[in-house]
């Protein structure tokens, strides 16, 4: 399980996940506020200890990316919730968002409906 990230960390990683590949300085004049150079890059060296980002070097210039997209990192977190607050079990945690106004019966149809198409698939091969 990685460490949380700090609002800053989120702010710089967010960045990487829209720009891709990126050098420390991109970033720096990419923020919505100034930044000193040094701790843009002690934040890349955080984010890459927390295993958020890993570089690249190519003629002393550091790239920095990310190593998951959004959405594995949330899947990842939501797998944690579920093992945490709900037992294991993906149903309890459906239900409690059902429950709880968090999905309405649109989004959760559309989730019934992407099951079965997967579920379809999965029988066709």
């Known amino acids: ?3 949380e990230l700090s609002e800053l960390e989120k702010t710089l990683l967010d960045l990487i996940w829209r720009k891709g590949e990126v050098t ?14 040094s701790t843009v890059r002690t934040v890349l060296r955080r984010l890459e200890e927390k295993g958020y ?7 002393r210039t550091y790239y920095y990316k990310a190593v ?5 990192l949330a899947a990842q977190a939501v797998r944690q919730i579920i093992d945490r607050f709900c037992r294991g079990s993906v ?7 059902v429950d709880n106004d968090v999905l309405d019966e649109a989004q ?10 997967e579920k379809e698939k999965g029988e066709g091969r």
């Open 68 to 72: 998951d997209a959004p959405e594995q």
């Open 108 to 117: 959760l149809k559309r989730l019934a409906d992407k099951i079965a198409r």
């Open 1 to 3: 399980m990685r460490r």
């Open 24 to 37: 420390a300085d991109t970033l720096r004049v990419s923020l919505p506020r100034p930044l000193k150079d």
């Open 91 to 97: 149903e309890q945690l459906l239900v409690g968002l």
């Open 53 to 59: 980002v890993q570089h690249r070097v190519d003629a």
